[in-house]
């Protein structure tokens, strides 16, 4: 008779309520002894769940979002008999040796009960999951957000621990080994710059600390690599849509009946579509020896979305390929998911160029960073009533503000002139984008 047991939440410290952050297991599945079955986050931590005992999951009592405690019901296994996982149940707390944060000073270091910020607690062995026979690293959550931060793409490393686990030696070396080879690299990160002063704000009045969300965590370390490591030079300009605009209302009402919000977004999506046609290499994104430029067949197009956890860039796929009535639905439909947190990792990758529009917003002009591997971004702006001189008067027309940071080691600045100056030309006249 079919031996199913249930699968608890071990023991996990002093930690209540924690958010299930991945399921690594699905109805079905055969997993081993330790395989690891959930990852939770806390704030301050990421821990896995290992399987105490080999089996077949029958049925997962929890999802991803929800949040659990020490005996929360995780799933239902059917026991196929192989070794129960020593030490299944308790966790470990790893600290100086997978944080990648720097230890305080001695001087500093208090009585405080939890790990540092960026510390990990894994269940012993099974912290280093994933199969390599799936081809992907072995790792534990605290190896590879270590990674992560450091821009490592964990699965080119080779891992030296038990079963091939990557190791922090390992994502070490590798930095060592990137840092040695010769500067024309696109990797070269070595800067040298002051670290931040340790500074007390309770002194200068009341405070309250709040920790960043999991999205500006991961977004923001991103962003910083981009914007030390990319040379940005940003070209503005204007774009006249006073006809666009009338256009876009005229279709307007039709779509919103079929609940299609058609803003000015779409029309700028279709137009950036025909300049990176225009223009290859804002297309295009630098080898990993910053040698070569890699020339995309495709045109996939990420949108930056501001969401009350930060800032997603989901991306819409064949772009070229697509309408502008569609163009609008698929936006409407996926910043809607982002905001709802439903987009996956994979959604958010693949995007030749990005588009960053506060015009909904405000703002006359800003600097956005470029999305790397990506080569350029365009930041939108609000668009105003301007008197433009034609025809020896002044006439009112409504006028668009553009902002294009590109990659200077791959684009020069009379090519983004050029690009952006024919961007604005098709917003100017909608009826070329059709051609
Ligand atoms: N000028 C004037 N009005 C504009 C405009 C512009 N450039 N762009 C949009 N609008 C109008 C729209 O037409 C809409 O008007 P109505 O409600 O009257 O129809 C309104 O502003 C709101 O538009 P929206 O923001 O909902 O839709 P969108 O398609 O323009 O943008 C999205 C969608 C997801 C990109 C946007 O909501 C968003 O999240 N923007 C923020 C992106 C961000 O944070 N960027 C900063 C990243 S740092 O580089």
Known sequence: ?????????????????????????????????????????????????????????????????????????????????????????????????????????????????????????????VGERMSAAAGKAHA?????????????????????????????QDIQNFVKAALAQPRSSGNDNNLQVLAMPLIDFAKFGTIETKPLSRIKKLSGANLHRNWVSIPHIT??????????????????????????????????LKAAVAALQKFPEFNASLDASGENLVLKQYCHVGVAVDTPDGLMVPVLRDVDKKGIAQLAKELGEISARA???????????????????????????????????????????????????KDGEFIPRLMLPLSLSYDHRVIDGAAAARFIVYFSQLLADARQMAL
């Open 339 to 389: 905001r709802a947190k439903k987009i996956s990792a994979a959604e958010m990758q693949g995007g030749c160029f990005s588009i960053s529009s506060l015009g909904g917003i405000g703002g006359t002009a800003f600097t956005p960073i470029i999305n790397a591997p990506e080569v350029a971004i365009l930041g939108v702006s609000r668009a105003s009533l301007k008197p433009i001189y």
């Open 235 to 268: 070209q503005f300009d204007e774009a006249d849509i006073t006809d666009m605009e009338a256009f876009r209302k005229q279709i307007g009402a039709e779509y919103t009946r079929q609940d299609t919000k058609i803003t000015p977004l779409a029309f700028m």
């Open 140 to 168: 534990s959550p605290a190896i590879r957000r270590f990674a992560r931060e450091l821009g490592v793409p964990i699965a080119q490393v080779k891992g030296s621990g038990m079963k091939g686990r990557v190791t922090k």
């Open 1 to 125: 008779m079919a031996d199913i047991k249930q699968v608890l939440v071990p023991d996990i410290g002093d930690y209540k309520d924690v958010s299930i952050i991945e399921l690594m297991v699905k109805v079905g599945d055969t997993v081993n002894a330790e395989d690891s079955l959930l990852t939770l986050e806390t704030d301050k931590a990421a821990m896995e769940v290992p399987a105490p005992y080999a089996g077949v999951v029958k049925e997962i009592k929890v999802k991803v979002g929800d949040k659990v405690s020490k005996d929360t019901l995780i799933l239902l296994l059917e026991s196929t008999g192989a070794t129960i996982a020593p030490a299944a149940d308790k966790p470990v707390v790893q600290e100086a040796a997978t944080s990648p944060s720097p230890q305080p000073p001695a001087s500093q270091k208090g009585s405080t009960a939890l790990p540092p910020a960026n510390a990990a607690l894994t269940v012993p062995v």
